[in-house]
């Protein structure tokens, strides 16, 4: 019979809270804690990037920070806090928004390298600091404390050489992964999307997924006293592209706004176009509700005689109509350089 595993703990990565998100972050907050219930952990690392913008934070962010901090104090979990290059106003800097925080009895902030004894486990904490500033030596102090008789996780906030940013293009630093080698394994905040740089660095991904360029694969990850790590999914809005084609029924088209009237999730249309059917009324529907919309027009070849079957001729007025449509949609820059070679000649 298979051994159950011991939790130890659970690690939740970027919330990057703004105004919009208040919401959104309380009931990701209490999913996580609801997890630490049904599995048992009383300790929860958080990974950076609570914050979202760097600059300033407003009077109703700094107070949602609080009340969600607040929640976790309330359900006796401890909350270890390392800060993300969100959460600061200078990178390489040790102090951050979140020192204004270090008040409850069991929410504690690490503003510079930290052990935390956890049983079986020592849980390295490393926040962000500049690549190309103080990291690298402050990581090499850290791994000098690693001891022998513990499995040693390190919990970090940095982009790694090689791994893939949140633009997908590969990171060029001296932050090498042969750095991380003495770790047992290394969970990484900092980028949105999951994934591995080897089998012992991984980027554990944000709790929720921000925009549609982001894969809805984000939640939090809980840590046994093995090492090993299990990733959990919690709920949030998706960002969900749907592909219709123009051509589709007014019904089909009907019952794609109707349906997404009533999701909770943020859903943008890709409407299919082949440049001859007018997709102008189907935008309009869509847009109507408060969808996105995305022309993909794709080329089309037609002989002759479809040529002529579908051309019809047009009026000056109906010219400038359809141009100023076009210009609407596109947003051009030189607009009365168009005018003139359309309706000079």
Known sequence: MKEEKTPACIFMMDLHIKENTIELAYSLADQVIQKCIDKEVDTVFQGGDIFDSRKSQPLSILLAVKKIFKRFHEAGIALHIIAGNHDKVSLDSEESYLDLYDTYENIYVAGKEKIVD????????????????????????????????????????????????????????????????????????????????????????????????????????????????????????????????????????????????????????????????????????????????????????????????????VTSEELIKDFDLWVAEKEPNDVDFGKKILFDN
Do not use: W
């Open 118 to 313: 956890l049983n079986a486990l020592d849980i390295h904490l490393l926040p962000y600091f500049d690549e190309n500033g103080s990291y690298v030596e402050r990581l090499k102090k850290l791994t000098d404390q690693i001891s022998e008789d513990k499995i040693a996780i390190l919990i970090t906030h940095i982009g790694i050489n090689g791994a893939l940013n949140n633009s997908e293009e590969e990171v060029n630093n001296q932050v090498t992964p042969k750095l991380f080698t003495k770790y047992f394994k290394t969970l990484i905040g900092h980028y949105h999307n999951r994934s591995k740089v080897n089998n012992h660095i991984e980027y554990s991904g944000s709790c929720y997924q921000a925009n549609f360029g982001e894969d809805d694969q984000k939640g939090c990850t809980l840590v046994f006293e093995d090492g090993s790590t299990e990733f959990m999914q919690l709920d949030f809005p998706k960002f969900i592209t749907v592909e219709q084609d123009v051509k589709a029924s007014q019904e089909e088209f009907s019952s794609l706004v109707e349906s997404v009237k009533e999701s909770t999730d943020n859903i943008r249309v890709k409407l299919i176009s082949d440049g001859v059917v007018d997709h102008r009324s189907r935008k309009t529907m869509l847009e109507e509700v408060g969808v996105k919309v995305h022309i993909d027009k794709k080329d089309v070849l037609i002989n002759p005689a479809e040529a002529i079957a579908i051309y019809k001729p």
